[in-house]
C-alpha cells in the first residue's frame, strides 16, 4: 500500500530505526581495488540521514566486515565511523550484530567498551538454551521506545531461541512497545539476485517457521531490499503495513557486479506492538557503478578487436566505475589481453576498474566425446556462470558418465567444507 492512499492517518511514531546490513568493511574486489573510498561515501550518506531522522535506533545487521580477521587500518577506519555516528546523534543507540563473515568471538570481544558509547555488539550466539541463567538478558536491549531482541548469525538456525526471546520480552511488555528482532539468514523464497557464490553457506528457513511475537524482523545476509512476502513493493519508495513485517534492508554498496538493482537503507517507524509500520527506502548513492560491456544485454563482443575499440569508447565517457566484458564463446584473445583492457582503463588517470571474469556466451564445442576432453579441467568461464551447485553437477555428470550423481556430490560437499574452514 503507498502512503498516499492510507485510510489509517493516525500513526504515532513509538520507535524509529534505521536499518542497513551487509557492510562488508574491508572488502577489495577482483584482488587488489579497496572499496574504502565508497565505504566512506556510503557512511557520509548514513551520518545525513542520522542527522535528518534522528532514529531511536541503527541496526547493522550482520557481515560488518568482509573476513573475519580485517586488518587494523579496517578496525581503526570501523571505530572512527561508529564513534562519529554516535555523535552525530547521542540519543541514538547502535545495535550490531555478527553475520556469517564476521568472527563471533571477536566482535564479542569488542562489545564491553562500545557500551560505553551506546553501542551494543552482538557476536556469539547463545548458548543451549537451559545452561545458564538468564542468558536471555546478553540479547536483549531495553530502550525507552521499545525492546531490541538482538541475535546475531547462528550456524544451525536454532528457531526456538527466537521464541524463547520473544516470550521473554513478551511477558513485560505492559506498555505495548514495539518489539524487534535481528537477524543474519536466509529467508526462503527471499530474492537472491546477485549470490551465486553463497548458496549453499547458509541455510534458508521458511517464514512459517519464525514465531510471532514480533513487529519489525531486521535482517541481514540477502543483499537486495526486500520486504518478505511483499516482492511488489521491492522498488516503492514508501509503504505502510501491518506488524510483523519481515526485511532485508539490503547491502550498503553493490557488493557483487550481479547486484544490479538499486540498494537502500531502510527508514522504520513501528506505532506499537501489533500496530503498523511504515518503511521508506533511503535510496543510496554509489561512489562506483558497475558496467558490463557492451551496454546492451542483448550483445556480445565478436572480436578482440572490437572489445578494445569499445573499451576506449566508453573510457572517453567515463571517468570510474567496475568494467566487465561479455564476449561470444568463439573468440581467442591473446595472451596479453588483460594488459591491454588495464592500460586503456588507466589511460589518462581515469578510474576505471576491470572485473577479469568475463561472460562468455554462445555454445561452448560439444563434449560428447569424453576422450577430447580428458586433459582438460572443468571451463572457469562456464563455472562462473553458474547459479547453482546443481548446475554444477548436472554439467559434471554430462561431461563424465562414468561418475555417479552422489560421488560429485560428495565431492563438492568436501570442496565446500574445505573452504569454510578455510574462511574461519
Ligand atoms: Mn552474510
Not at 553457506?201 to 512459517?208: S, W
Not at 531486521?218 to 537486495?224: C, F, K, Q
Not at 521508506?280 to 548513492?285: D, G, M, T, V
Request: charged share 25%; glycine share 4%.
Amino acid at each position: 500500500m503507498e502512503l498516499k492512499k492510507i485510510s489509517f492517518p493516525y500513526f504515532t511514531i513509538t520507535m524509529r530505526i534505521l536499518h542497513t546490513a551487509d557492510l562488508h568493511l574491508g572488502q577489495t574486489l577482483y584482488h587488489h581495488y579497496l572499496r574504502d573510498d565508497e565505504h566512506r561515501h556510503f557512511f557520509k550518506q548514513l551520518k545525513e540521514w542520522i542527522l535528518e531522522y534522528k532514529p531511536d535506533v541503527l541496526l547493522v545487521c550482520g557481515d560488518i566486515f568482509d573476513v573475519p580477521r580485517p586488518s587494523s587500518a579496517v578496525w581503526q577506519e570501523f571505530t572512527k565511523t561508529f564513534v562519529d555516528l554516535h555523535d552525530a546523534c547521542s540519543d541514538m543507540c547502535i545495535v550490531i550484530i555478527a553475520g556469517n563473515h564476521d568472527s563471533p568471538s571477536t566482535i564479542q570481544a569488542h562489545s564491553e567498551i562500545w557500551k560505553l558509547a551506546d553501542t551494543y555488539m552482538i557476536g556469539s550466539a547463545p548458548p543451549a538454551i537451559d545452561t545458564s541463567a538468564r542468558w536471555e538478558e546478553n540479547y536483549i536491549i531495553r530502550l525507552k521506545s521499545g525492546y531490541i531482541v538482538a541475535l546475531p548469525f547462528m550456524a544451525n538456525d536454532r528457531m526456538e531461541v527466537y521464541q524463547r526471546l520473544l516470550e521473554y520480552v513478551n511477558s513485560e511488555n505492559e506498555n505495548n512497545l514495539p518489539v524487534i528482532l535481528t537477524g543474519h539468514l536466509t529467508i526462503t523464497g527471499s530474492d537472491i539476485t546477485g549470490h551465486s557464490d553463497q548458496i549453499g553457506n547458509v541455510r534458508a528457513v521458511d517464514a512459517d517457521a519464525i514465531y510471532s511475537g514480533f513487529d519489525y524482523m531486521a535482517l541481514g545476509h540477502i543483499h537486495r531490499p526486500q520486504t518478505i512476502n511483499h516482492a511488489d513493493l521491492i522498488m516503492k519508495d514508501e509503504v505502510e503495513l501491518s506488524a510483523p513485517v519481515i526485511r532485508y534492508s539490503g547491502s550498503a554498496l553493490h557488493v557483487s557486479c550481479d547486484e544490479t538493482y538499486p540498494h537502500s537503507v531502510s527508514l522504520v517507524d513501528v506505532d506499537s506492538h501489533s500496530g503498523k509500520i511504515r518503511i521508506k527506502q533511503l535510496w543510496i548513492e554509489q561512489l562506483r557503478h558497475f558496467y558490463t560491456l557492451p551496454l546492451n544485454k542483448e550483445e556480445s563482443f565478436t572480436s578482440e578487436k572490437e572489445v578494445l575499440k569499445e573499451l576506449k569508447k566508453f573510457a572517453a565517457d567515463h571517468t570510474n566505475g567496475y568494467i566487465r566484458l561479455r564476449i561470444d564463446y568463439h573468440v581467442d584473445l591473446s595472451s596479453d589481453f588483460n594488459n591491454q583492457v588495464y592500460s586503456i582503463l588507466e589511460e589518462g588517470g581515469n578510474d576505471l576498474r576491470y572485473n577479469p571474469k568475463i561472460i562468455w556466451t554462445g555454445k561452448s564445442e560439444d563434449k560428447s566425446d569424453i576422450s577430447q576432453i580428458d586433459n582438460s579441467v572443468i571451463d572457469v568461464a562456464e563455472l562462473q556462470q553458474m547459479t547453482s551447485p546443481m548446475e554444477f553437477v548436472i554439467s559434471t555428470l554430462e561431461d563424465y558418465p562414468t561418475l555417479t550423481k552422489d560421488e560429485i556430490i560428495d565431492t563438492f560437499k568436501d570442496i565446500e567444507e574445505f573452504l569454510m574452514n578455510q574462511d574461519n
